[in-house]
Structure formats: C-alpha cells, structure tokens
C-alpha cells in the first residue's frame, strides 16, 4: 500500500480534528465488558450525546448524535481492528458528516480489581475549529462528556443501573429556604439546623 493509499485510508487526517483519551476502571470482567461494548446497539444507554446505533453487518454501524440546537449528526462507520477481548478500533466511512476515528482498550486492572478500560477518540467536528468552539459554548465539552460516559458505563456494569439526580433536589434549595428564613427570624434558622 502507498502512503497515498494509507492518507485516503484515514477518516481524520493526522493534522486535522480533535483527540481525546479518557479512561477508567470498572469492577467487571474484560469479557464482560467487552461483550456489552461490542454490542454497539448498548452505547446510546450510556453515551447521552448518541441518539442511535445500528449495526448493519459485523464490521459497519450506521451512527446518529445530538448536535447543538437540536439538531443531528449522522455518520456511517467501520470496524478497522479487532483483537476480541483487547481492542476494537473504528474509523468513519467516507462521506460521513463526523469524521471520526478511535479505539477502546480492554485490560485486566491490576491487583484483581475488574478491568481497566482506555478510549483514544479523534474526529473532526462539522464546522472544524469553529463548530468545536460553538459546541463547548453550549456545553459540549468532548473530552467531559466522554469521561461522564464512561462513569454512567462504570455505574450500569457494576449496579446494574445509572444513578441520576433527577427528581431530588440539590440541598441548594434548602439552604435558599434557610437563608430567607434567616434574614426574616434570625432566630428560627437554628432550630430548622439541629
């Protein structure tokens, strides 16, 4: 193969798009792990920015993401290495409105405590440089949302269940209350502390 060949070869060029690397470890096995993630269909449960996933055949998965102001993403992707167990590797096909490329790493954590798990993605966002910084303005931080991804995984493998905070209040709430109730009967406060 030429380095032409090679060079059209990569969905994000070399010196083009943005890498991030995240990892973390769970307390399951790698097969375990790696089983759920191979899945691809699994990811949206735990990936809040994927809206779908639909694996077309054993190597190609068709790829839909939230974008900023509600909008979509939609990309085509395939798998360009696999050692079951240790690693799947992935690029998007030509022609997707993302280009993207990554990997996942399946490791045994050290000490017997589960598996260590190692994400490397780069891509190349829709409006380059810019779309990127549009997307950190609303809140899109990629390098964030990817480690709060892989903490919602840890959550559902180890629990059985994501935990989430809606519903419950903050305690801000309550600390407003007493703070007005203060300022209102400075007395009072303190029998609503004890």
Known sequence: MTNSESANQVSVPHNKGIRVDKSITINRPVEEIYKFWRNFENLPHFMHHLKSVRVTDDLHSHWIARAPA?????????IINEVP???????????????????????????????????SLKYDPPGGKIGATIAKLFGKEPSVQI???????????ETGEISTATGQTSGREKGEDLEEQAAQNPTSIQSNVR
């Open 85 to 119: 167990n240790e690693r799947i590797g992935w690029r998007s096909l030509e022609g997707s409105e993302v280009a993207n490329a990554g990997s996942v790493v399946f490791k045994p954590a050290p000490g017997g405590r589960g598996t260590e798990l190692q994400v």
């Open 147 to 157: 480690q709060e991804d892989l903490h919602r995984l840890q959550q559902l493998l």
């Open 70 to 78: 509600g909008s979509s993403v939609e990309w085509d992707a395939e």
